[in-house]
């Protein structure tokens, strides 16, 4: 995917390819992480039915934070899973927006650093 400075930049075809291929990669990873957080958050808290284990995974991923019942006590590991999870989930969004934003910033810096090949 890099292309050395001393190369034209790559057509544009090549560039939303690789666009299409960052978007795929950083939805496979969301999809993956909100799928550990709904498991996690149903599994650990059993009383918590599967549509609010995805709403609670699903805000966490966003870094909206946690919309838990108040009439669910949540265990200590439940406690522990959504610390762990919240941590996780920033990382993984924070990480996911970097893939996403690679193909721009690439291309981007590619244009400053091509050599001006006129003559003048």
Not at 27 to 56: A, Q, R
Not at 65 to 85: C, E, H, L, Q, R
Not at 105 to 120: G, I, M, Q, V, Y
Request: glycine letters at 6%.
């Amino acid at each position: 995917m890099v292309d050395h400075k001393k190369r034209k930049l790559a057509p544009l075809n090549i560039y939303y390819k690789r666009l299409w291929k960052n978007a795929f990669v950083g939805l496979i990873i969301m999809f993956i992480c909100l799928l550990i957080g709904v498991l996690g958050y149903k599994f650990t808290i059993p009383e918590m039915d599967w549509y609010d284990s995805l709403l609670n995974a699903s805000m966490i991923l966003s870094g909206m934070g946690p919309m838990i019942d108040a009439s669910i006590v949540m265990t200590n590991a439940a406690k522990v899973f959504a610390s762990m999870y919240a941590l996780f989930s920033g990382v993984a969004f924070i990480s996911t927006i970097g893939i996403l934003i690679a193909p721009i910033a690439h291309r981007f810096f590619h244009k400053l650093h091509l050599e001006d090949t006129s003559t003048d």
